[in-house]
């Protein structure tokens, strides 16, 4: 059986694996979902609140991806922190590139005037994209590092004695 609500939770599950172990996770989640299912009765009887108790029950999406998540099988950046990081990435380039667009602006005003706009203008838009590529590989790379650092500091806690 095929339900919006079912395809969305095996997606969460499988986003963050190889093509070929996805489809290996999507179909034994999927199985495991219609043998639950089935127990309500037919397929055409299945009501969406039935849908959410299975999945409720099997868990989180989340906690279900860790379950299936084996040494070198995950991405670098696992869940529950995937979500964030990529929230975080789009986050501060969207900031980094606003606040250069305006400080270039500002710059093109305060040296040139207001009134001589063209002239400068190519040379300003050039030093804005390559500030802009510049800082965007800068939060890529500072992101990238302390989510795939928090991401194994959680996977593999330290033992205290």
């Known amino acids: 059986m095929r339900h919006e609500l079912i395809d969305r939770y095996i997606y969460d599950v499988t986003k963050t694996y190889s093509k070929s172990e996805r489809e290996r996770i999507r179909n034994e989640i999927a199985t495991d979902i219609d043998i639950k299912l089935n127990e309500f009765g037919d397929e055409d009887s299945v ?13 989180t999406s ?10 070198g099988d995950i991405a670098l950046i696992s869940q529950p922190y995937y979500g964030q990081y990529k929230k ?15 400080f270039n602006a500002f710059d093109l005003i305060v040296r040139q005037g207001v009134t001589s706009f063209g ?42 004695s």
């Open 47 to 59: 009501t969406d609140q039935q849908i959410k108790e299975v999945l409720i029950e099997l868990g």
């Open 88 to 102: 975080m990435m789009w986050v501060g380039i969207i900031i980094a590139s606003l606040w250069i667009l305006a």
């Open 119 to 160: 002239s400068d203008m190519i040379t300003v838009i050039i030093r804005a994209v390559e500030s802009i590529l510049i800082s965007g590989f800068a939060i890529y790379s500072i992101n990238t590092m302390a989510f795939s650092i928090l991401s194994k500091e959680k996977s593999n806690p330290r033992k205290t």
């Open 62 to 71: 989340k906690d279900i991806a860790k379950k299936y998540a084996k040494d």
